[in-house]
């Protein structure tokens, strides 16, 4: 997961959604918590794409601003335990429904 990022950052995107880090963020801190089936990093980014879908962007044009905007989230308490509920919601419906190949082996084949 750690590569997508950077190869984000070397495209110099114009708009950078700090939602995007703090979703990360909160995923990597409870991964051990959220009892997620698997780990790998399909798992991790649909979980990621059905959170961030369910919670506000919040857009920035300057990624230096980031560090910023994500501590303010932090402090927020009511708005930190939100997105912990719709991070653990999203993983527990990933880890019902994995899509990943890990965890769905003889998929490709049984089209066959
Ligand atoms: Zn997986």
Do not use: W
């Amino acid at each position: 997961m750690k590569h997508i990022y950077q190869q984000l950052e070397r495209e110099k995107m114009a708009l950078y959604n700090v939602m995007e880090e703090i979703v990360r963020d909160v995923l990597l801190q409870y991964k051990d918590q959220l009892q997620l089936t698997c780990q790998c990093e399909r798992c991790f980014n649909d979980i990621m794409a059905i959170a961030l879908n369910e919670l506000p962007p919040r857009y920035i044009a300057n990624e230096e601003y980031g560090p910023y905007v994500r501590a303010a989230h932090v402090a927020d308490r009511q708005g930190a335990t939100n997105i912990i509920l719709i991070v653990t919601k999203a993983a527990t419906f990933v880890s019902n429904n994995p899509r990943c190949p890990v965890m769905n082996p003889v998929t490709s084949k049984t089209t066959v």
